[in-house]
C-alpha cells in the first residue's frame, strides 16, 4: 500500500481490517493472502498506465463491496474471493485460463457472470432492450452473482454524489428500476429499502427533504406513543417468561411517500408510519408455537383487525420470509401493525437467501429455485418487444403471493391477484393454452376469477381451445404472458403461411408473374415493416386481394397480359372511417425554462402522464427533433432515462401561466347520484377550472367517476381535489 499518501493509507488499511475481522470465519489465510496480491497487483498496474482511474478507488469500491457482501449479506467464501478475482480479471492482472486453472468451480461461474454484466455496462451505462436479457442471463446462471451487484450497487448509491451530476439521475432511476425490486424478491429487505430511499433521494430531492423533516419534526411525538404502546405489553411479555425483544420502527421515506401517493393524502394523515416488531429467542422447534402465543397477547391486549392478518409462519414467502403481522388498534384509535418473528426469522428477513442458507435444512429454497426457473424460461423465448419482456420480469419482482391448492392437495404459490389462467400456466403450458374455466372449491369459475388464499382449484380444459389475445388483460405473471405471447406468435406465423398461400394462389389464376422483391414491395406500400404482417394481414381479410393485384398492375409491367381498365373494380365505402387532427398542448412561450436557460422553444406536453404548470418535469427530445415535456414521475420515465438518457434535457416552469391544462382524475366514493350532481357543481363554480368530461361507473355500492378538467397550473388542480374530498361520501381522488 506505499503507493498511497498517509491518509489514504490508513482509510485503506482500516476498510481492509474491517473486511478481514468480517471474513474471518469465512477465508483462510491463503485466500486472505491472494487478495492481498491481487489488489496490489491492479494498483501496481493501473500506476504504471498513469490513466484517470484512481487506484485506491478500485481499492476502495472492492474492498466495500466484499464488506457489504459479508456483513450485509452474509456470504461466504466463493463470493467474497470472486469480487477480487474478478476486480483482477477486469484490470487485465489475471487472465481467463489462470483463473480456471487456479480456482474452483463456483468462483468460476461467479466470475463469469460478473464478466458478462461488466461486458454490457462497458457497451452502454444504461440498461436496455436485449442488454437487459442478457444482465438477466447472468443472473440466472448464479444467484451470487445477483448479490454482488445488489452489493456493488449499494455503494454506488451511498457514494453517488461522487458521479457527475448527468450520471447521477440514470444511476438512481437503474436502481429503483432494477436493484431495489431485486433486492425485495432476494429477501434483503433492509438494502431494499435504503436503495429506494436513495433513489428518492437523488430524484426528488425535495420530496426526500420536505418528509425527513416532518418526521424529525413528530419524532418526539411518536417515540412517546410507541413508548406508550409497548410498555403494557413488555409486561405482559416478561410474566409469560419469554425471552424477547420489542422495538418500534419508523417506516422508510419511500414507503412513506408511496402512501402519500397511493392515498392522495397528505403527511399528516398517514398513521401508518411506523411498525412494532417482537423478536423472540426461540428454540427451532418452539419458533411457531411461541410466535402464535405472543400474538394471542397482543390482541387480548389490543383490538387486531382480522382482515389484516398476515400469516408467513405457516407458508413463508419464496424468498424464505417467515413473520407474523398484524395490523391493532391502539391508544387514541390508531392503527398500529405488529410484527411477530424470531431472531433466526429477523435475520432472514434482514439478509434474505444469504442468511437461510446459514440455516440449511429448517426450510426448502424451492421458491426461489422455481423463481430462476421461470426467468430462465422467460430468457429461452426471445421477444421482438425487448421493453414488454422487461415489464413481464418486473411482475414478480415487489409483489405479494397467494397459495392455493390443487384437487390432490398439492400447495402452489403465485403471485397476488393471480386468476384461473395464471395457475393453469403455471401447472402446464400446454394446460393454460387449453383452459376454458374452473373449478374453485367446486364451484364453476371463468377463466378470469382471481384465486385467493386457500382455494381448492381444479382447472377445465376443452381439446379445441386456443390462446386469445385478451387473454393477455387476464393474467398477471410473467409465465403465463411469456406463453400466451408465444402461442400467439406460433398461431400467427401459421395464418402468415395461409395469407401467403392465399396470395400466390389469386396471382396465378390472374395470370401475373412476380418475384419476392416485387412482394416486399408491395407490402412496405401498404405500411408493414415484415413480409410476415403483410401475409397476416391478408389471412385476416385486414387487406383486399384486388388492392394487392391493382397496385401490381400500377407498375406496368403486366399491362400486356391484362387491361387495368377492365379489372379495375370500384372500392366498397362499406367501414370508411376519417379522423380528424388530434390536437396538442403546444407552445413557445417562455413558461417553460428549458435546458441550459433556453426560453421560446417549442415543445408539446407529453400525452402519457400530462404535465401541467407547476408539476416538476423534464424535456425529452424526440426522434424528429421536438421536444416532449413528461413529469419526472410519470410511468414511462425511467425507461426513457435508463434507455435513451442523452436524450433527456431538464426543463422548469418560469413566470406564471395563462394556459389551461386538461388534466385526468380519478374520485372513488359511495354510490349517489348526489355525489355526482355536487361535484360537477363544485367544479362549475371554480373560476379557474372548467369541466372538460366526466364517466362514472359503479358496483356494489361504490362509484368510480372518470373526470377531465382544464386547470391553470398545479396549484388550482390541489386546490380542486382538498374541494372535491370534502364533499361527504368521496373515499378517494387520484390523479391520472
Same mark, same amino acid.
Given at each position: ?42 494498483? =501496481?498496474? $493501473? *500506476? +504504471?498506465?498513469? /490513466? ?5 478507488? %478500485?481499492?476502495? @469500491?472492492?474492498?466495500?463491496?466484499? &464488506? ?99 450520471? =447521477?439521475? $440514470? *444511476? +438512481?432511476?437503474? /436502481? ?5 425490486? %431485486?433486492?425485495? @424478491?432476494?429477501?434483503?429487505?433492509? &438494502? ?106 397482543? /390482541? ?437
Amino acid at each position: 500500500m506505499s503507493y498511497f499518501n498517509e491518509n489514504e493509507k490508513q482509510s485503506v488499511l482500516r476498510l481492509y481490517r474491517q473486511v478481514l475481522r468480517a471474513c474471518q470465519d469465512k477465508l483462510k489465510q491463503a485466500d486472505i493472502k491472494d487478495i492481498h496480491q491481487l489488489l496490489n497487483l491492479i494498483i =501496481q498496474k $493501473k *500506476i +504504471a498506465q498513469n /490513466t484517470n482511474d484512481e487506484p485506491i478507488n %478500485l481499492v476502495i @469500491k472492492s474492498l466495500n463491496t466484499m &464488506l457489504l457482501c459479508a456483513k450485509e449479506i452474509g456470504l461466504g467464501h466463493a463470493t467474497i474471493m470472486s469480487i477480487a478475482i474478478f476486480e483482477a480479471l477486469k484490470n487485465d492482472v489475471i487472465s481467463r485460463e489462470e483463473i480456471k486453472e487456479r480456482y474452483d468451480i463456483a468462483i468460476n461461474t461467479i466470475v463469469n457472470g460478473l464478466q458478462k454484466a461488466n461486458e454490457l455496462y462497458t457497451r452502454s451505462q444504461a440498461i436496455e432492450t436485449e442488454n437487459f436479457r442478457k444482465l438477466l442471463l447472468s443472473f440466472a446462471e448464479d444467484i451470487r452473482v445477483v448479490f454482488i451487484l445488489i452489493a456493488e450497487r449499494t455503494y454506488v448509491m451511498r457514494n453517488i454524489e461522487s458521479f457527475p451530476q448527468e450520471n =447521477q439521475l $440514470k *444511476i +438512481a432511476n437503474e /436502481t429503483s428500476y432494477l436493484y431495489a425490486p %431485486l433486492a425485495h @424478491k432476494l429477501g434483503l429487505y433492509k &438494502l431494499k429499502t435504503e436503495l429506494e430511499d436513495l433513489s428518492l433521494r437523488t430524484l426528488s430531492p425535495e420530496i426526500y427533504s420536505e418528509i425527513v423533516q416532518k418526521l424529525q419534526e413528530t419524532k418526539e411525538i411518536r417515540e412517546k406513543y410507541i413508548s406508550d404502546f409497548i410498555t403494557p405489553l413488555k409486561k405482559e411479555l416478561h410474566n409469560a417468561g419469554f425471552d424477547f425483544e420489542i422495538k418500534g420502527r419508523t417506516k422508510s421515506i419511500y414507503s412513506i411517500w408511496n402512501k402519500i401517493k397511493k392515498k392522495n393524502t397528505p403527511f399528516e394523515k398517514i398513521y401508518d408510519i411506523f411498525a412494532i416488531r417482537i423478536i423472540l429467542d426461540s428454540k427451532i422447534e418452539k419458533e411457531k408455537a411461541e410466535c402464535w402465543q405472543v400474538y394471542s397477547i397482543v /390482541t387480548d391486549k389490543y383490538q387486531p383487525n382480522p382482515k389484516r392478518l398476515r400469516d408467513w409462519l405457516s407458508i413463508p414467502k419464496s424468498n424464505g420470509y417467515e413473520s407474523l403481522h398484524t395490523t391493532v388498534m391502539g391508544p387514541e384509535g390508531k392503527w398500529v401493525e405488529v410484527q411477530i418473528r424470531t431472531k433466526r426469522m429477523d435475520e432472514i428477513a434482514e439478509k434474505g437467501l444469504a442468511a437461510h442458507w446459514r440455516y440449511k435444512g429448517i426450510k426448502s429454497e424451492e421458491g426461489m429455485d422455481e423463481w430462476l426457473k421461470n426467468i430462465r424460461e422467460i430468457l429461452e423465448n426471445p421477444e421482438k418487444n425487448a421493453v414488454d419482456f422487461i415489464d413481464d420480469f418486473k411482475l414478480d419482482l415487489y409483489d405479494d403471493e397467494v397459495f392455493v391448492f390443487t384437487p390432490t392437495g398439492e400447495l402452489k404459490k403465485l403471485r397476488q391477484g393471480a386468476t384461473i389462467l395464471d395457475l393453469a400456466f403455471l401447472i402446464h403450458s400446454n394446460l393454460g393454452c387449453k383452459c376454458v374455466g374452473g373449478k374453485i372449491n367446486g364451484k364453476n369459475v371463468t377463466i378470469r376469477q382471481t384465486l385467493n388464499n386457500g382455494d381448492q382449484v381444479e382447472i377445465l380444459t376443452a381439446s379445441n381451445q386456443t390462446p386469445k389475445q385478451d387473454w393477455l388483460n387476464i393474467v398477471v405473471t410473467s409465465k403465463a404472458r411469456t406463453k400466451i405471447k408465444q402461442a400467439l406468435k406460433e398461431n400467427e406465423a401459421k395464418q402468415a403461411e395461409i395469407g401467403k398461400e392465399s396470395l400466390v394462389r389469386r396471382l396465378k389464376n390472374w395470370k401475373i408473374e412476380y418475384s419476392d422483391g416485387d412482394i416486399t414491395r408491395l407490402s412496405k406500400h401498404f405500411g408493414f415493416k415484415a413480409v410476415t404482417d403483410f401475409y397476416l394481414a391478408i389471412a385476416q381479410e385486414r387487406l383486399d386481394l384486388i388492392d394487392l393485384r391493382n397496385e401490381l398492375l400500377k407498375s406496368g409491367q403486366y399491362e400486356n397480359q391484362n387491361s387495368i381498365q377492365q379489372i379495375k373494380e370500384r372500392r366498397s365505402a362499406d367501414q370508411f372511417s376519417q379522423q380528424g387532427n388530434i390536437t396538442e398542448n403546444t407552445s413557445n412561450d417562455d413558461v417553460l425554462v428549458i435546458d441550459q436557460n433556453l426560453k421560446g422553444i417549442e415543445y408539446k406536453l407529453a400525452k402519457c402522464c400530462n404535465p401541467i404548470y407547476g408539476d416538476e418535469v423534464f424535456g425529452f427530445v424526440s426522434v424528429n427533433g421536438g421536444i416532449k415535456i413528461h413529469r419526472t414521475d410519470c410511468p414511462n420515465a425511467p425507461q426513457m432515462i435508463n434507455r435513451f438518457g442523452y436524450r433527456i434535457v431538464k426543463a422548469k416552469w418560469a413566470g406564471q401561466s395563462s394556459t389551461q391544462y386538461p388534466i385526468g382524475l380519478r374520485v372513488i366514493g359511495r354510490d349517489d347520484i348526489g355525489i355526482v350532481t355536487n361535484i360537477t357543481s363544485l367544479i362549475s363554480k371554480e373560476t379557474d377550472v372548467s369541466l372538460r368530461s366526466i364517466t362514472v361507473n359503479s358496483k356494489d355500492g361504490i362509484f368510480i367517476g372518470d373526470i377531465i378538467v382544464s386547470v391553470k397550473n398545479l396549484s388550482a388542480f390541489k386546490q380542486l381535489c382538498k374541494k372535491i374530498n370534502a364533499i361527504k361520501g368521496v373515499n378517494q381522488i387520484i390523479r391520472n
